[in-house]
């Protein structure tokens, strides 16, 4: 979800304002409920739950390329981790508050990026 659709979303999506504005309180609410159903829980996104994986890219389109509203979820609800893509030029790994955030954008890692994880 976007803090503003892509100018093709808005022309060809009918309400897509408040589909991103429903999204973000369905996703706060999945937030809640993952933790009280597993430890560890991971944010998986297309497009960046952050600006600051943006840097990079032209700063006019961040509000079309991530979200501030996703961030301020993170931080409330303390994700360790959230891993997204689209962010061609960005940066590939930043953190906001305890929350490791991964770009994992094929043009920009040259390679597809993987991630090992242990009980």
Known sequence: MLDQPTFWQTRNIQGIREHYSERIVTLDSLMVK???KTPYTILLTHYSPTFSTLRGETQRAFAQMGSK???ELLV?????????????????????A?????NV??????????FKFQP
């Open 98 to 102: 305890s929350t490791q955030i991964y």
């Open 105 to 114: 954008a094929l043009p920009l890692n040259r390679r597809i990026v993987q």
């Open 69 to 71: 509203r996703v961030e």
């Open 76 to 96: 409330k609800h303390s994700l360790p981790l959230a891993i997204h893509g689209h962010a061609h030029r960005g940066v590939r790994k930043t953190k906001v």
């Open 34 to 36: 993952a933790k009280t």
